[in-house]
């Protein structure tokens, strides 16, 4: 019982020494705490490769079709990001390309899905769904309060 005192009394001061004080500057804390502007980053960056694949599972686009149809979806993408994946994805196999006459300038290489890549494709759907249904399950649950095997500071004090 001492020890789940001891325990429960340590992560009750950490609480209260990360609170903000009045008047304080709230920058030093703000800096211990998760920048979510990269882990937004990080999230793009990490379904760029899959968004990339469901686009040309539709039909074969050149580089600046996909990244305009990824800002239509809301998917800010520059061209130094997707062209080291494009020729990632074209060396491992899951894309080629075929050069496209273009009435507006310079041939286009068009990118397009192997095999290969329909089965990443595939793959990456299923990962996906398991992602968004465990995140959906854990958003459902509802919010419990700080408990330490059933001591809270109003049984503890």
Not at 68 to 96: A, C, F, Q, W
């Amino acid at each position: 019982m001492l020890c789940k005192v001891l325990i429960f009394c340590i992560l009750l001061r950490q609480i209260v020494d990360t609170a903000p004080r009045p008047g304080a500057n709230l920058l030093p804390i703000r800096s211990r705490i998760m920048n979510v502007d990269n882990a937004k980053s990080q999230m793009r960056k990490g379904m760029l490769e899959y968004c990339v694949l469901l686009l040309l599972r539709k039909e074969p686009s050149y580089a600046n079709d996909i990244i305009n149809r990824l800002k239509s979806v809301e998917m800010i993408v520059v061209e130094g990001t997707l062209y080291p994946l494009l020729t990632r994805l074209k060396k491992d196999g899951m894309l080629s390309y075929e050069w496209r006459e273009s009435t507006q300038g310079p041939p286009r290489k068009y990118y397009a899905l192997t095999a290969q890549g329909e089965l990443a494709l595939a793959e990456l759907d299923g990962a996906w769904n398991e992602l968004a249904r465990t995140v959906g399950l854990l958003k459902a649950e509802s919010p419990a309060r700080l408990t330490l095997d059933g001591f809270t500071p109003s049984t503890i004090l």
